[in-house]
């Protein structure tokens, strides 16, 4: 069985751990294509990590519009598509998405059996040409792929009658990502926030419920974002002055590392009328590093953390900051989550894993 699987996110040298062990399963061959880069809105550009490049082979196709999400295209790709002629054609785009029209036309050309991959968890009816991207991927795929329960719902309401599999995109690497071998000094108490520094992220309830805490509880934030001069501006006056660390983006082999330093991880997330936490994949990489997590109830959060960690109502700081104090206050707590958070991980979210579970789906697809 031929897989040709499309993918802009796999520009992060992390996630191509997750094709390697595809390649690795009995009669896959596995083919992948990917952009030199992806432009991030708000973030910029990401360039292309060939850090997990063994056991396929790799196309690296220049995007039109890149960092437009819905419009782009891949540059060459029809070529590719009717040269390798895969059984299996996995778009691992959204179904209203062009560039997932393009990969399924080029596919079913070539005779190959197509899916796609919805994130989308806020239900709205798309405007043309979104809504006949929509009609066409749904017309013409043999299996969707949900990040959530709630793409799951809404790929239904919106007429997919096809066989629909909730999945992680990707998972993590359980060996690249693991624990310190020495836990950090119990104080400071860090926790750690990583992502886009932006008012959904919840990034200010953060700060706000790091003020309510006593001055040895500290804050690193990596990450980017429109957010970052109030940030600053916050975290020098009192009462957080020297107690916030901001790092830029980091490349994602630099991601464990930063992982280490922290006692704990928040994902603060709000739902906006737009938006809403769709997986939140910094939590299983770090509940892979045994570092405890904090999560709001926006989205999947919830069902990603199960019983390996903390949840708050999204939007309360005085919450967030009593979830805080309480992993804070409490050693036993705080190691009986580190190791609930590891072993969901490796139950549920390794690479390879997930990789024996898209094989199955594949499998599937070409049973007529």
Not at 128 to 135: G, I, K
Not at 155 to 177: A, K, N, S
Request: proline residues 8%.
């Amino acid at each position: 069985m031929k897989v040709l699987y499309i993918s802009k996110a796999l520009v992060v040298g992390a996630y191509q751990s997750k094709l390697e062990e595809l390649a690795r399963i009995d009669n896959i061959e596995l083919v992948a294509v990917v952009p030199p880069g992806w432009r991030e809105p708000g973030v910029g550009m990401l360039p292309l990590e060939q850090r997990h490049v063994g056991g396929y082979k790799l196309h690296v196709l220049p995007l039109r519009l890149n960092g437009h999400h819905h419009l782009f295209t891949f540059a060459g790709l029809e070529r590719v598509v009717a040269e390798e002629r895969p059984d299996v054609l996995h778009a691992d785009e959204e179904s209203f998405n062009l560039a997932t029209v393009q990969a399924i036309r080029a596919g079913v050309r070539a005779g190959a059996r197509c899916c796609f991959y919805n994130w989308a968890n806020i239900d709205r009816r798309y405007p043309p040409p979104f809504s006949w991207f929509e009609r066409y991927s749904f017309r013409h795929s043999a299996h969707a792929i949900a990040g959530n329960r709630e793409a799951q719902a809404i790929i239904r309401r919106h007429g997919y009658t096809g066989p629909i599999t909730v999945l992680p995109q990707f998972g993590v690497d359980p060996e690249f990502f693991s624990p310190a071998e020495q836990t950090p000094p119990w104080r400071p108490f860090v926790v750690g926030f990583f992502g886009r520094l932006l008012q959904r992220k919840g990034v200010l309830d953060l700060l706000d419920a790091l003020a309510m805490l006593p001055s040895d509880i500290h804050l690193l934030l990596v990450g980017q974002g429109d957010l970052e001069p109030e940030v600053r501006a916050r975290s020098s006056a009192p009462p957080l002055t020297g107690r916030v660390e901001l790092v830029p983006w980091v490349p994602s082999a630099e991601v464990p590392a930063q992982l280490r330093r922290l006692h704990a991880l928040a994902l603060p997330s709000r739902t906006t009328p737009r938006w809403k936490e769709q997986f939140g994949r910094v939590l299983v990489e770090a509940m892979a590093c045994g570092v405890p997590v904090i999560g709001s109830d926006s989205g999947e959060i919830p069902h990603v953390i199960g019983d390996a960690g903390l949840i708050f109502p999204e939007g309360d700081a005085p919450a967030l900051a009593d979830r805080i104090r309480c992993l804070a206050g409490d050693e036993h707590l705080w190691q009986e989550l580190r190791q609930r958070g590891r072993r969901r991980v490796l139950e549920h979210y390794t690479q390879r894993s997930l990789a024996a579970a898209y094989a199955d789906i594949y499998r599937s697809m070409l049973i007529k």
